[in-house]
C-alpha cells in the first residue's frame, strides 16, 4: 500500500512538473517577439555590405540550431518522463486489480 501511495505522489509530481515546463514554454509575449523579429528584419534591410550580412546570417544560423538542440533535448526528457508515468500508472492498475481479485475460501472443497 505505501508504495502505491508513493508512486501516485512520484506520477502526479512528474505530471505537475511537465505542466509547469509546458506552460513556460507558451509563447505570452508574441506581440512582443512580432517586434523583436521585425527589429532584426529592419537591421538587415540597413546592411549594405555583403560580408557583414553573411556574419549576421550565419550568426542568427547558428542560434537557430543551438535552439533546435535545446528543444530536441527537453522533448527528449518530456518522453522519458511520460514513459515513466505510464509505467507508474500501469503498475498502480495491474496491483489495484490483484487486490480486488476474489480470494477463495480455503475450506471451500470440504463442503
Same mark, same amino acid.
Given at each position: 500500500m505505501i508504495i502505491r501511495y508513493?508512486?501516485?505522489?512520484?506520477s502526479f509530481g512528474l505530471l505537475i512538473w511537465l505542466l509547469i515546463e509546458s506552460v513556460?514554454?507558451?509563447?505570452? +509575449? /508574441?506581440?512582443?517577439?512580432? +517586434?523583436?523579429?521585425?527589429l532584426a528584419k529592419s537591421k538587415v534591410d540597413k546592411m549594405q555590405n555583403i560580408d557583414s550580412l553573411k556574419i549576421y546570417?550565419? #550568426? #542568427? @544560423?547558428?542560434? =537557430?540550431?543551438?535552439?533546435?538542440?535545446?528543444?530536441?533535448?527537453? /522533448?527528449?526528457?518530456?518522453?522519458? @518522463?511520460? =514513459?515513466g508515468v505510464i509505467f507508474i500508472q500501469v503498475f498502480l492498475l495491474i496491483s489495484k486489480r490483484k487486490d480486488k481479485a476474489p480470494v477463495k475460501d480455503s475450506n471451500e472443497h470440504y463442503k
Open positions: 508513493l508512486l501516485i505522489i512520484i513556460s514554454r507558451l509563447d505570452i +509575449g /508574441a506581440t512582443k517577439n512580432n +517586434g523583436l523579429i521585425n546570417t550565419k #550568426s #542568427s @544560423l547558428d542560434i =537557430i540550431r543551438q535552439n533546435r538542440r535545446e528543444e530536441s533535448s527537453l /522533448a527528449v526528457q518530456r518522453i522519458w @518522463l511520460i =514513459i
